[in-house]
T-cell receptor
Framework: NAGVTQTPKFQVLKTGQSMTLQCAQD?????MYWYRQDPGMGLRLIYY???????DKGEVPNGYNVSRLNKREFSLRLESAAPSQTSVYFC??????????????FGPGTRLTVL | QKEVEQNSGPLSVPEGAIASLNCTYS??????FFWYRQYSGKSPELIMF????GDKEDGRFTAQLNKASQYVSLLIRDSQPSDSATYLC???????????FGAGTILRVKS
């Protein structure tokens, strides 16, 4: 039982390049989330998926797209990377599809640098 | 704008002391409250959650919730150097299962 896994762990991009961050969970959770964490700003929600087949914007969605590929996998795509997207990206999952406020479990993170 | 506020610290306490971490939130309709611990370079891990007013204890940790005053706190008794980390307060403000996180409080426990 690996929990939430993310790939890659580290990535360096040049401005304008694209890439996809991968996330998978093996806990049979319904909901999945993408956050970014910047120094002094805590975790900010980029996109989330309440259940398979649905996605919705969070607090900071601009410059990102997501795909809920199936119940296990939720990917985050940067179409044209910008230096402002340099951050640590965390994927998380939780059991409930909506409401209830249950626990979110986090992956190990991806450290992304955009030059 | 839904907000969760924490003192960034660092909060320094001696080993064996009680560490008190505080968090305030803006939305009076908030329903559930979480404390996560994050070691440097690692991902957040859940310490406790609390839904109802009052205290909830789990080992050395006690979460306290006061919805009327819109604050939640975390007490760590018998603090250990291994408790040194950033503590994140997170609040479910009633919009699906989305959490709003505070920026975190850095705790340093000195031996």
């Amino acid at each position: 039982n690996a929990g939430v896994t993310q790939t890659p762990k580290f990535q360096v991009l040049k401005t304008g390049q694209s890439m996809t961050l991968q996330c998978a969970q093996d806990m049979n959770h319904n909901s999945m989330y993408w956050y970014r964490q910047d120094p002094g700003m805590g975790l900010r929600l980029i996109y989330y998926s309440a259940s398979e087949g649905t996605t919705d914007k969070g607090e900071v969605p601009n410059g990102y797209n997501v795909s809920r590929l199936n119940k296990r996998e939720f990917s985050l795509r940067l179409e044209s990377a910008a230096p402002s997207q340099t951050s640590v990206y965390f994927c998380a999952s939780s059991e409930q599809p909506a409401g209830g406020g249950d626990t979110q479990y986090f992956g190990p993170g991806t450290r992304l640098t955009v030059l | 704008q839904k907000e969760v506020e924490q003192n960034s610290g660092p909060l320094s306490v001696p080993e064996g002391a009680i560490a008190s971490l505080n968090c305030t939130y803006s939305d009076r309709g908030s329903q559930s409250f979480f404390w996560y611990r994050q070691y440097s370079g690692k991902s957040p891990e859940l310490i406790m959650f609390i839904y109802s007013n009052g205290d909830k204890e789990d080992g050395r940790f006690t979460a306290q919730l006061n919805k009327a005053s819109q604050y939640v706190s975390l007490l760590i008794r018998d603090s250990q150097p291994s408790d040194s980390a950033t503590y994140l307060c997170a609040v479910n403000m009633g919009y699906g299962n989305k959490l709003v996180f505070g920026a975190g409080t850095i705790l340093r426990v000195k031996s």
